[in-house]
C-alpha cells in the first residue's frame, strides 16, 4: 500500500512538471502584461517600460524564465503578481475560502446522491424513481449561473421576506465591514447567512450527476449473483442492500466524487463569480488571465493539480477500504 | 457500513441545525445592518474592476479604477474636475486661488495654503508636501535621478523651483518652459499631494525606492496618513474579502464626512450581481459598465433605486492608418467618412441607453464640455455616398462590378476594420458601418484584433501599424497636454500615439504653442483651429462618448455623478443617509 502510494506520488510530480512547462510555454506566448500600459494617454515614457520588462523578466531567456519560476515554486516561493504582491500569499488565503464554500457542499451533495440514488436503483420503474430522475436531470440541464440567480430571486428573496430581515445574503462570505464593529454570534450567524446560498447551488448541482452514477452502479449490483446468495442465506432485504449492495456500489462514486473535488478546488468558477467569493477560480480568471499575470496562472495550475492529485490518490486508497480483494500486497 | 450511516446522520443534522440557526441569527441581526444599514450610516459601494494591489497611485501597481476611488478624497488636490468638466480650485485646502503668471520662458504659480490644513496625525501641510510631491515625479530616467516606475512626468519635469514661505503656508512652483496644464499638477485622484513626513527619504535612490514599493495593499497606506475628509485605516482592509472600508477622517480641518463608513466591496463585472445586491439591499451604489439589460433591469428597482446615465470622456473614433495604401490618400480617408451616418451608428449604439446620446464632432473636446464646439463640415453630418463617389473617382478608383471601387495600382476598396475583442459595442458600431460603407462602393470587414492594444513586437498592434482601420476609445480630459502624441507628425519611427501616422506642419505648429500657453481661452482657440484642420487632414473620426451609469439607494441624498477621472465618489464626503 505504502509503495503503491509512494509511486502514485512520484507519476504525478512528473506530470505536474509537464503541465506547468506547457502552461508556461502557452502563457510566456500570449500574454503581454505590458500591453495595458502602452494605450494610456499620454504614454508613460519609454524608461518605464525598459524598468517593467527588466522587472518582470521579459528580456529573459525562456527557458530561464521557466527555472526561475520553477526552482522557486519547488521552495514555496511562487513568484510575485505584476502588481508586486506574492502569489503565495494570495493562494493559500483562496484555498480557504474555496474550501469554506465547497466542503458543506460536497458532503451534502454526496448523502443525497447516495439516498437518491439507492432509492432510484431499489424502487426503478416506480413513480419515486421516475420523480427523481425528472428531477435530477432539470438540476443536470440548468446552467449554474442561471441556477444560483433563481436560487439569489427566489430563494433569498422569499426566504428573506419570511422572515422580514435579512436572513440570506447573495454577495460575499460576510456582511462587508461587519468585523470591524461585530463580533460573536452575530457575525458567525452572518458568515453563515452568507454561506447557505453558494452551498446550496453547488451542493445541488454535483449532487444531480452523481446521483445517476448512484443508481446504475446499484442497478449492477441489485442484480449480481452474491446478492441473491445473501438473500438465499436469510439476511434481510434491507441487510443485503445496504452491507452487499451499497458497499460495492460505492466504488464508481467514490471516483466521480474523488475527481469533483479536486476540480472544485481549483475553482467552481461560476458560483465563486455569482455569489462573488474571492477564491481560486476567481483568481485565475481575473487576477491570472484576465490581467496577462503568468505567475498567478502557473500558481494556480501548481495548486489546483495537487489537489486533484491527492484526492486521486485518496480514491484509490478509499478503493482498498471498500474492496479487499484490491488491496495491494 | 454502521459507522458512515451514524456519521452521514450527524453531518445531516448538522447541516440542517447549522441551516436553522442561521436562520434565526440572520433575523436579529437583520435589524443593526444589511438592508437598513442606513440606520448605522454607512454606504457599500460595489466596485467592479479588480481590487486594488497598491494603493500608491504614481506606479503601473497602484493604477488601477478602485485604487482611484478608494482614494478619491484621501489626498489633497489643488484643483478639482466638476461633474461639468470644469476645473475648480480646492476651497478647503487653499485660502484663494492659484495665481499663475509667466514671464518670459518662465511660469510661476502661487498657492496660498489655508492654515488650518493638516494631516491627519496633526503635521501641517506645507510646501514640503508639494516639494516631494515634485522630487518623485520630475524625472523617470535612473541616470538623471529619476524614478523608472513612474507612469507620467507631465509637467513636473518642466518644474525647476518649489519654494515655500509663511512657515510653508505659500508655496512658489517655477515650470520652465511655462506649462499648459498647470492646473493639472498635485491635481487628480493620481497625482495629488503626499505627506512628506511619510513619504520622503534623504537621498534620491531611497525616494525612488519607496516609490518603486508603492504601499501594497497588505500593508496599508504608511501610519494611515490621510489629508482628507477619509482615511483608510490599515485594520479596515481585509485583503482577502477585498473589502476596504473608510472612515471619516478625525483631524480633517474642512467639512466632515456625513456617513460614519464608506464601504468598497469587490463584486466583479457581473451584472446579475450588482442588481440583485442592489435590489436585496447588501449594496447600496454601483458603478458599472453599461449594458442594456443591466440598465433595464436597474430601472425596474425604481423608486428604491435611483440611477443614472452620462456621457463621459471616453470616446470611440476610427483610426485610419495612413500607411496602407488606399488610407494614405485624404480622397480615401475623406470618402470613408462621407460614406458612414454616424448617426445611424450613434442610434444602434449608446443611442440605446439614453436620448442624450450625440455623435462626437470634434477631436478634442466632448459635447459636454465648455470648450466644444461642432467643427465638422456640414458633409459628415449624414451619409454621403455620392460625395464619396466623387473623391473616390477623382483619386483614379472605378466602380467594378460587384459594386466595389479599385484603383490600378492599390487594388481593390477593401478595408478591414480592427478593435478589441469580446466588445460588443465596438462591434455593432462595425457592423452597422459595413453596409453603409458597401452604398459608398468601399468593402469593410470586421476584425477581432486580440493584439490590437500590445507591444510593438505584436505586428498587428496599434503601435507596430499592422492594421488598416481601427475603432477604440481614448479618454479624454479637461487638460490639453495629452493631446499632442495623439495627433503631432510622427518623427520617424517615433509615432507616439499618432497611430493614423499623418499629420502636418501646421498641426505641430499649433501644438508647439499650445503646450506652453497657460491662458484657457487661447488654449480652447488653438485646440478648435487644430480640430479644424484636423476634419480635413481626417487622421481620425470621431464617432461618440461612452456612458457611464451610476446606480444607488434613494436613501442617499448628495449623489453626483462625476464622469470623468475624478469618479462618482468625487463628493462622498457630502452625503447623507436617511
Redesign the interface.
Known amino acids: 500500500m505504502f509503495f503503491f502510494a509512494v509511486r502514485r506520488i512520484l507519476a504525478s510530480v512528473l506530470v505536474l512538471l509537464v503541465s506547468s512547462f506547457l502552461v508556461f510555454t502557452l502563457c510566456a506566448a500570449s500574454f503581454?502584461p505590458?500591453?495595458?500600459?502602452?494605450?494610456?494617454?499620454?504614454?508613460?515614457?519609454e524608461?518605464?517600460?525598459?524598468?517593467?520588462r527588466e522587472q518582470l523578466g521579459l528580456n529573459d531567456n525562456f527557458f530561464l524564465r521557466y527555472w526561475h519560476w520553477l526552482s522557486g515554486a519547488v521552495t514555496g516561493d511562487f513568484g510575485e503578481?505584476?502588481?508586486?504582491?506574492p502569489v503565495a500569499?494570495q493562494l493559500f488565503?483562496?484555498i480557504?475560502?474555496t474550501g469554506r464554500m465547497i466542503v458543506?457542499a460536497v458532503?451534502?451533495a454526496v448523502?443525497l446522491a447516495i439516498v437518491v440514488g439507492v432509492i432510484g436503483a431499489v424502487r426503478q420503474h416506480r413513480p419515486s424513481d421516475y420523480l427523481f430522475t425528472f428531477l435530477v436531470y432539470v438540476l443536470i440541464a440548468l446552467p449554474t449561473?442561471w441556477f444560483a440567480?433563481l436560487l439569489?430571486?427566489f430563494v433569498?428573496?422569499g426566504?428573506?421576506d419570511l422572515?422580514?430581515?435579512?436572513?440570506?445574503?447573495?454577495?460575499?462570505?460576510?456582511?462587508?465591514?461587519?468585523?470591524?464593529y461585530?463580533s460573536g454570534?452575530?457575525l458567525?450567524?452572518?458568515r453563515?447567512?452568507h454561506?447557505?446560498l453558494p452551498t446550496v447551488s453547488l451542493a445541488l448541482l454535483s449532487f444531480a450527476a452523481w446521483s445517476r452514477f448512484q443508481r446504475s452502479a446499484m442497478l449492477d449490483v441489485l442484480g449480481s449473483d452474491y446478492m441473491r446468495l445473501a438473500r438465499a442465506k436469510g439476511l434481510t432485504y434491507r441487510r443485503t442492500v445496504?452491507?452487499h449492495g451499497?458497499?460495492n456500489a460505492l466504488i464508481p462514486l467514490t471516483t466521480v466524487v474523488a475527481l469533483g473535488i479536486g476540480t472544485l478546488f481549483g475553482g467552481a468558477v461560476i458560483t465563486e463569480?455569482?455569489?462573488?467569493w474571492?477564491g481560486m477560480g476567481?483568481y485565475l480568471l481575473?487576477?491570472g488571465i484576465?490581467?496577462n499575470d503568468i505567475n498567478v496562472v502557473l500558481g494556480w495550475l501548481l495548486v489546483s493539480a495537487v489537489f486533484v492529485v491527492l484526492f486521486n490518490l485518496m480514491a484509490d486508497l478509499l478503493y482498498a477500504v471498500l474492496d479487499p480483494r484490491i488491496r495491494l500486497a | 457500513m454502521k459507522l458512515s450511516k451514524r456519521s452521514a446522520a450527524v453531518l445531516a443534522a448538522g447541516v440542517a441545525g447549522a441551516m436553522t440557526l442561521s436562520a434565526c441569527g440572520g433575523s436579529d441581526d437583520g435589524g443593526g445592518g444589511g438592508s437598513e444599514s442606513g440606520g448605522s450610516g454607512q454606504v457599500v459601494f460595489g466596485e467592479s474592476t479588480d481590487f486594488p494591489e497598491n494603493l500608491f497611485p504614481l506606479i503601473s501597481a497602484g493604477n488601477a479604477t478602485s485604487t482611484a476611488n478608494i482614494e478619491a478624497q484621501l489626498f489633497p488636490q489643488t484643483f478639482e474636475v466638476q461633474p461639468d468638466f470644469t476645473v475648480k480650485w480646492n476651497e478647503e485646502l487653499l485660502t484663494e486661488e492659484p495665481v499663475s503668471e509667466v514671464t518670459g520662458d518662465t511660469q510661476t504659480v502661487t498657492y496660498k495654503l489655508n492654515p488650518d490644513a493638516v494631516w491627519s496625525d496633526g503635521e501641517p501641510i506645507t510646501a514640503d508636501d508639494f516639494d516631494v510631491a515634485w522630487r518623485m515625479q520630475r524625472s523617470s530616467d535612473p541616470a538623471n535621478g529619476g524614478c523608472p516606475e513612474l507612469l507620467s512626468t507631465s509637467g513636473y519635469e518642466q518644474i525647476t523651483a518649489v519654494e515655500g514661505t509663511d512657515e510653508g503656508k505659500t508655496v512658489t512652483v517655477t515650470y520652465s518652459p511655462p506649462f499648459a496644464d498647470w492646473q493639472a499638477s498635485f491635481t487628480g485622484n493620481n497625482s495629488p499631494l503626499f505627506p512628506a513626513h511619510v513619504v520622503d527619504a534623504p537621498t534620491q535612490e531611497e525616494l525612488c525606492a519607496k516609490v518603486a514599493a508603492g504601499w501594497p495593499i497588505a500593508d496599508g497606506i504608511p501610519s494611515d496618513i490621510s489629508g482628507g475628509p477619509w482615511q483608510l485605516k490599515k485594520e479596515n482592509i481585509d485583503v482577502g474579502g477585498q473589502i476596504a472600508v473608510l472612515t471619516p477622517n478625525e483631524n480633517f480641518w474642512g467639512e466632515k464626512p456625513k456617513v460614519a463608513r464608506l464601504v468598497f466591496q469587490n463584486i466583479g463585472n457581473d451584472p446579475t450581481t450588482a442588481v440583485q445586491g442592489l435590489s436585496r439591499g447588501e449594496l447600496n451604489m454601483i458603478y458599472p459598465q453599461p449594458q442594456l439589460d443591466l440598465v433595464d433591469q436597474v430601472a425596474d428597482l425604481a423608486p428604491n433605486v435611483e440611477s443614472e446615465i452620462s456621457f463621459g470622456l471616453s470616446f470611440e473614433h476610427l483610426d485610419f492608418n495612413s500607411q496602407d495604401p488606399h488610407l494614405a490618400d485624404v480622397n480615401v480617408r475623406k470618402a470613408f467618412a462621407l460614406a458612414l451616418d454616424r448617426q445611424q451608428v450613434v442610434d444602434q449604439t449608446v443611442g440605446q441607453f439614453s436620448s442624450d446620446a450625440e455623435v462626437l464632432n470634434n477631436h478634442i473636446w466632448k459635447t459636454n464640455q465648455p470648450e466644444y464646439e461642432d467643427n465638422a463640415p456640414a458633409e459628415y453630418n449624414a451619409a454621403n455616398p455620392e460625395q464619396a463617389k466623387q473623391l473616390l473617382q477623382q483619386s483614379g478608383y472605378t466602380l467594378g462590378q460587384d459594386g466595389v471601387f479599385t484603383h490600378p495600382q492599390r487594388g481593390r476598396l477593401a478595408i478591414q476594420i480592427d478593435t478589441t475583442a469580446n466588445n460588443p459595442l465596438r462591434q455593432t458600431t462595425i457592423e452597422v458601418m459595413i453596409p453603409q460603407l458597401k452604398a459608398a462602393g468601399i468593402e469593410g470587414t470586421f476584425n477581432a484584433n486580440t493584439d490590437i492594444f500590445n507591444g510593438p513586437d505584436k505586428p498587428t498592434s496599434l503601435i507596430a501599424g499592422g492594421f488598416q482601420a481601427a475603432v477604440f476609445a481614448w479618454v479624454g480630459n479637461p487638460f490639453v497636454s495629452a493631446q499632442p502624441p495623439i495627433y503631432q507628425s510622427p518623427q520617424g519611427d517615433a509615432v507616439g500615439q499618432n497611430y493614423a501616422r499623418v499629420g502636418t506642419p501646421e498641426i505641430d505648429a499649433l501644438f508647439a504653442e499650445l503646450i506652453r500657453t497657460t491662458e484657457r481661452e487661447r488654449q480652447v482657440e488653438i485646440t478648435n483651429q487644430i480640430d479644424v484642420l484636423l476634419w480635413d487632414l481626417m487622421p481620425t473620426l470621431p464617432l461618440y462618448q461612452k456612458p457611464t451609469f451610476i446606480a444607488y439607494s434613494s436613501n442617499i441624498d448628495g449623489v453626483v455623478d462625476n464622469p470623468t477621472q475624478a469618479g462618482p465618489l468625487w463628493n462622498a464626503s457630502t452625503w447623507t443617509v436617511e
Open positions: 503581454d505590458l500591453a495595458k500600459y502602452y494605450n494610456l494617454n499620454p504614454r508613460p515614457p524608461s518605464f517600460f525598459t524598468n517593467l503578481t505584476i502588481n508586486g504582491t500569499d488565503g483562496r480557504l475560502v458543506a458532503v451534502i448523502i449561473f440567480a439569489k430571486e433569498a428573496g426566504v428573506n422572515f422580514g430581515a435579512q436572513v440570506l445574503f447573495t454577495i460575499g462570505e460576510e456582511t462587508p465591514g461587519l468585523s470591524l461585530a454570534w452575530e458567525w450567524s452572518d453563515l447567512g454561506l447557505v445496504v452491507r451499497l458497499r463569480t455569482v455569489f462573488v474571492h476567481e481575473s487576477n484576465g490581467e
